[in-house]
């Protein structure tokens, strides 16, 4: 078999518009993840919230900075857990699944001395830091590197198994360990954080790292062996290496504005920090739109490995992409209109960085619109086509945060440069996959579907924001635009309902 071979065709499969395990199951695990994910997501505005209010801004910019080597951390391990993921899918629609696991060993053991390495690595940086400055305890980038080289081989271990778990569509217990974990966040690393400032933050991210892995292993996850097998981890990079690339290069693209301020600010540490609650809004829409993508993953290679059919696998991403439309505009809507009153009020230090968040929601909606997209060609082997559209992203971002920062925009305009090169990435990245399988009905109902929930919440909201602006307005008059464009999200919802998303229950039934 060659590195980067696809499963043959199967020509008298039938086109399905619907997973393998039916729209029921979907909707369930949908409902399932997205309930864990409400809880999660307001266990983690507290946890942001209390963090916020016993950090300074410069050491929230630390932090911030620091998690970007964490994020990095995902992309040590060259692909092999991406590439022995997406063969795992595809074989449970195969039904064949004995290869498949075997690979599993293999990148667990790849993926545990890489994140070593990485760690190494990050410890050495620190030590260097913290040497040229005169003394490892006078630099916070110091100690936050030496932390950071103990988090980054706890959190990869933890996040192979949560990985695993969702490609074989465990949503129940990846359901509960997020609950867990976000709990654990809230009272031990709020705790920690209050009581030693960021190095009581590091030790409580460890604790709840380790608390975590401790609870999987509990309920039961599916132990791995140390296993080597040069040729095999060869062809495991080979499917994974591009999947890795595209990955990178989409979490370049996301952080790229904290990067640039970090970069060409010169009070990097304090407006990065303020950038921060920007980051927070544009973080809930990211994981409303990682609800639907999270169930959904998996089942787009389960779907081609049982019918080996790109049309079957885009049509089923196009409906979910009306799906997270519907979710993203209310997310999108709300934001627009309550985080300026809203965060102003409660965090006048990060004042600086209130108004950049309404210009950061579209980008973010957009972001949250192309995973189904990307999920689609990583799962039909055409995930080297999705890097072009993110390096698009990625250099229009750059470009557009220079050009605001040097030209004297400051942070409005960097998240508005950063919101652009969002939208561009997500029309290139549909043009190059989804587009090219749909006919000409189904892109029609495409652009229309998601057109009609995002146009009228999301431009209301803007007019309501620009003839009543919130930092002008009180709480009420806040609430009371929130109130409309909640009446012109149902609206939109109803009619969406009505001329097209009702067939999903049809198709269900017609299976």
């Known amino acids: 078999m060659s590195v980067c071979s696809e499963p043959a065709p199967f020509a008298a499969a039938p086109e399905r518009v619907a997973p393998v395990s039916g729209w029921r199951r979907m909707l369930a695990d949908s409902l399932l993840v997205s309930a864990a994910t409400i809880v999660c997501q307001g266990l983690a505005v507290a946890t942001s919230l209390l963090l916020r209010f016993v950090l300074d801004p410069a050491q929230m910019g630390v932090w911030q900075g620091l998690k970007l080597f964490l994020n990095y951390a995902n992309y040590a391990n060259l692909g092999i857990s991406k590439g022995a993921a997406r063969e795992l899918t595809v074989a449970l629609g195969k039904g064949d699944v004995a290869e498949a696991e075997q690979g599993l060993n293999l990148a667990f053991t790849v993926n545990t001395l890489s994140s070593l390495l ?17 003394g490892i305890g006078r630099n916070a980038w110091t100690l936050g590197l030496l932390a950071l080289a103990v988090l980054v081989v706890v959190q990869r271990h933890l996040t192979f198994h949560v990985t695993i778990l969702r490609c074989r569509q465990a949503f129940a217990l990846t359901s509960k360990l997020a609950i867990v974990e976000g709990a654990l966040t809230l009272l031990v690393v709020g705790g920690c954080a209050y009581s030693w400032g960021l190095q009581g933050l590091y030790a409580g991210t460890l604790l709840v790292l380790l608390a975590s892995l401790a609870y999987l292993k509990a309920c039961g996850a599916e132990p791995f062996a140390w296993a080597w097998n040069r040729r095999e981890i060869a062809r495991l990079i ?25 970069a060409c600010s010169e009070s990097r540490e304090f407006e990065l920090g303020c950038y921060s609650l920007s980051l927070l809004v544009g973080g809930q829409i990211s994981g409303l739109a990682n609800m639907l993508s999270l ?25 979910a992409s009306e799906l997270q439309a519907c ?5 999108g809507g709300w934001a627009i209109v309550l985080a300026v009153p809203v965060l102003g009020r409660l965090f006048p230090a990060y004042r600086p960085g209130v108004a950049p968040a309404v210009w950061l ?33 990625v250099v229009l971002a750059a470009l557009g945060s220079y050009a605001a920062l040097a030209g004297g925009y400051g942070l409005v305009g960097v998240a508005a440069s ?7 990435h ?17 892109r029609m109902r495409y652009v229309l579907g998601m057109s009609l929930i995002l146009g009228p919440v999301l431009g209301l909201a803007a007019w309501l924001e620009y003839a009543w602006p919130g930092d002008e307005a009180n709480l009420a008059s806040a609430a009371f635009k929130a109130c409309l464009v909640f009446a012109a999200w149902l609206s939109a919802a109803a009619i969406g309902w009505h001329c097209g998303w009702r067939e999903i229950c049809r198709e269900e039934r017609g299976q």
């Open 295 to 319: 169930v959904m993953g998996p089942r787009y290679g389960e779907l081609f490995g049982s019918t080996g059919q790109r049309r079957s696998v885009a049509l089923l991403a196009a409906r």
């Open 361 to 393: 929601v579209p980008g973010a909606v957009a972001l949250g619109l192309g995973l189904p997209a990307n999920q689609y060609l990583v799962a039909v082997y055409r995930e080297r086509w999705a890097l072009a559209a993110v390096l698009s992203g």
């Open 118 to 134: 990485y760690g190494a690595l990050l410890a050495a940086a620190g030590l260097w830091i913290g040497l040229s400055s005169g």
């Open 327 to 331: 979710l993203l505009a209310l997310a």
């Open 426 to 442: 997500f029309v290139l990245l549909a043009a190059i996959s989804l587009w090219l399988e749909l006919d000409a009905a189904a």
């Open 418 to 424: 950063t919101s652009c090169a969002y939208v561009v």
């Open 238 to 262: 080979g499917i994974g290496g591009p999947i890795l690339l595209a990955g990178a290069a989409s979490v370049l693209l996301q952080s790229i504005d904290r990067l640039m301020i970090l």
